[in-house]
């Protein structure tokens, strides 16, 4: 048997092993969109995904994620202690459900929640995690940037569990409907205590969220103050977008840091309007990583 063949019947038998574990990302009201483009990237390592939900009062979440397509099980974990969704109270329920389960992979969508919380994961398990994957090549197989975006790093994880991050853009969301995954309920971890949740104070707005509104129109600091952004505010508004800001607006005291887009803000997709910003090398690298189409103005 020629030797490509014999890997690819052996990637084909790994495959078959494989068990994903998706932290679901949530508001107790809804699910967070970056956790549908998790849930397709854990699709295309095989095997059976299933989805983790905690919270208070997170039924309905369960019960929207129990239609995502290519999800056998949702597991749910409610209790006061993840008010806030607090890493150090996450943590011991997610390492306890992969050692009930066994799973041999759990991810996550890149974002703040993802980022805070994955790496406390992996280093529980005594595994390196990966950030920010791109692309899957095989279930140990994973791509991601470095250098800003200016090059792809291909690496191959051989942990007993890995441990990864998934950048939302570059995956499509998984169908939220057509599924009729199971739900369970699981055993909410005893209380670690190290951190306790106070408030959470939330600035409302009628557009979307930058993180995942399809059109964000991107102000710099060719606009000279924080004032002239409103021009970029009665634009999005008619185009129903999210409004972001360049590193330097940013710097400037223009606008708020959440604001703010590209290599060192948040990541957005598919379609970035970028008025008086100047054109650099990185930041043109990262629209292409994520499959954004741009337009300067």
Excluded at 45 to 54: H, M, N
Excluded at 188 to 213: C, H, M, N, Y
Excluded at 248 to 271: L, R, S
Aim: charged share 20%; net charge neutral; glycine share 6%.
């Amino acid at each position: 048997m020629p030797l490509e063949d014999l890997e690819n019947k052996l990637a084909s038998l790994l495959q078959r092993f494989q068990s994903t574990l998706v932290i679901a990302e949530h508001t107790n009201e809804s699910l967070t969109p970056i956790t549908l483009n998790a849930i397709t990237a854990a699709k295309q390592l095989g095997g059976e995904v299933s989805c983790l939900v905690a919270g208070t009062n997170c039924d309905k979440v369960a019960e929207e994620l129990s239609k995502v397509q290519g999800i056998a099980k949702v597991l749910v974990a409610q209790h006061d202690v993840y008010k806030g969704f607090l890493p150090e109270e996450l943590t011991p329920l997610i390492l306890a459900t992969q050692k009930q389960f066994n799973y041999t992979h759990i991810c996550a969508g890149a974002s703040a929640f993802g980022k805070n919380l994955l790496p406390r994961v992996a280093a529980k398990l005594d595994v390196a995690p990966i950030s920010d994957i791109i692309e899957i090549k095989s279930p140990d197989t994973f791509v991601r940037t470095i250098y800003a975006g200016n090059a792809l790093c291909t690496v191959k994880c051989d942990e007993k569990v890995k441990v990864f991050s998934v950048r939302g853009t570059s995956f499509e969301a998984a169908p939220v409907n057509g599924g009729s995954a199971t739900v369970e309920k699981v055993t909410a971890s005893s209380p670690v205590g190290q951190s306790e949740w106070i408030e959470q104070k939330l600035t409302k707005s009628d557009r979307p969220e930058l993180t995942s509104a399809k059109v964000v129109v991107s102000g710099g600091r060719g606009l000279k103050s924080g004032d002239n952004f409103k021009l970029l505010y009665d634009l999005a508004d008619q185009l129903h977008a999210a409004v972001g800001a360049s590193r330097a607006a940013v710097d400037a005291g223009f606008v708020p840091n959440d604001m703010q887009v590209g290599q060192t803000g948040k990541i957005v997709a598919p379609v970035s309007m970028e008025i008086s910003i100047f054109f650099i090398r990185e930041l043109y690298v990262f629209h292409i990583i994520n499959k954004n189409i741009i337009m300067y103005f």
